[in-house]
């Protein structure tokens, strides 16, 4: 008698974006494997699966390696990054309001307008987005300081190895910084912030450690030093709301805060009554600066990637850490 024929793997892909045949049938063939796709729509009114729920089954209590998608947003999300600061300091928003109107301006009206060249970018979270950001700021003439959680005193700890990374961006062997910077406690952050930071990129992880890592006291360090820009484009919880209109509000003479560009908020959508609508110096777009349609290529280039090193008993890529939770 024969052997009876081995089992295929079988894939569940559960996204929010369309199926692309020509990526499964490639995966198909490559590696022997079946897929079922089912496009997941997601979104304001759905209900999110309970952290004790979600964390219990897949982080907690399992042995089976979970990877995630982190490196396909980096360039979409460094782009927009950039044209928040292009479009802040050079006033587009004036701009836009005359071409509506219908208004040939005048230069007296958008006042003192600053290049890039010499302000300090703090990327607070040096992973893919940041790296990328950090990639385009230099090249603009900005120079970049960078923070993480864990001490990366060495050449070798500042490479991002392990990780997805989209050909041609980022800073893989974490050269561009000019200083290194960590902690998750609030003296280590107040350290970083207070190295004359013009632009802050916020770009970390929203864990318990670092829900409302950013308050009243670190706005007060950022608006008295350099009235610094604000960028957020990890998680609403990372900033106290309140805590960041107020500093919006204050006088730039008084410590305030220069601006904000927030694609993300806490709740999301943002209430319509929320008074950083209002706000002339803040932009808000709706959680889409990762869009773009390299999405789904990309991550399907991280799935063939480890296929292909469980094929060969090799380590995988884009590994989640347990106990951080990313």
């Not at 700021?137 to 923070?147: E, F, N, P, R, T």
């Not at 980022?170 to 050269?175: E, F, H, M, N």
Request: charged share 25%.
């Amino acid at each position: 008698m024969g052997e009876a024929p081995r089992p295929r793997e079988h894939i569940l892909c559960l996204l929010p974006i369309p199926e692309d045949p020509k990526i499964l049938n490639r995966l198909r063939r490559k590696y022997d494997v079946e897929f079922t796709y089912k496009q997941v729509i997601t979104g304001a009114g759905e209900p999110e699966i309970p952290d004790e729920t979600w964390l219990n089954a897949t982080i907690l209590e399992t042995k089976i390696p979970i990877t995630n998608s982190s490196g396909v947003h980096g360039p979409q999300i460094s782009e927009w990054v950039i044209l928040q600061i292009l479009s802040h300091s050079h006033k587009e928003k004036i701009m836009v309001e005359w071409q509506k109107k219908h208004i040939w301006g005048s230069s007296k009206e958008l006042g003192a307008l600053r290049d890039s060249v010499g302000q300090r970018l703090g990327v607070l979270g040096y992973g893919a987005i940041g790296r990328q950001a950090a990639r385009i700021s230099k090249a603009m003439g900005m120079d970049v300081i960078a923070y993480t959680a864990s001490p990366r005193p060495t050449p070798e700890s500042r490479k991002d190895t392990g990780k997805y990374i989209v050909p041609n961006t980022g800073d893989p062997d974490g050269l561009i910084p000019s200083a290194w910077y960590s902690g998750l406690d609030k003296s280590s952050l107040h350290n970083f912030l207070s190295q004359d930071i013009d632009i802050l990129l916020i770009a970390v992880p929203l864990t318990p450690q670092t829900r409302h890592f950013l308050s009243a006291p670190e706005f007060e360090i950022l608006g008295s030093k350099t009235n610094a820009f604000i960028i957020n484009i990890a998680r609403g919880g990372l900033i106290n709301q309140e805590d960041l209109i107020t500093y919006l509000k204050k006088p730039l003479s008084a410590g305030g805060l220069r601006g904000a560009a927030l694609d993300v908020t806490e709740p999301e959508p943002l209430p319509a009554d929320s008074e950083l609508w209002t706000l002339e110096n803040v932009a808000i777009t709706p959680h889409v600066s990762g869009l773009g349609t390299t999405y789904a290529e990309r991550s399907f280039a991280i799935l063939d990637e480890n296929l292909g090193n469980l094929e060969r008993g090799r380590n995988l890529i884009n590994l989640v850490d347990r106990k951080k939770g990313y």
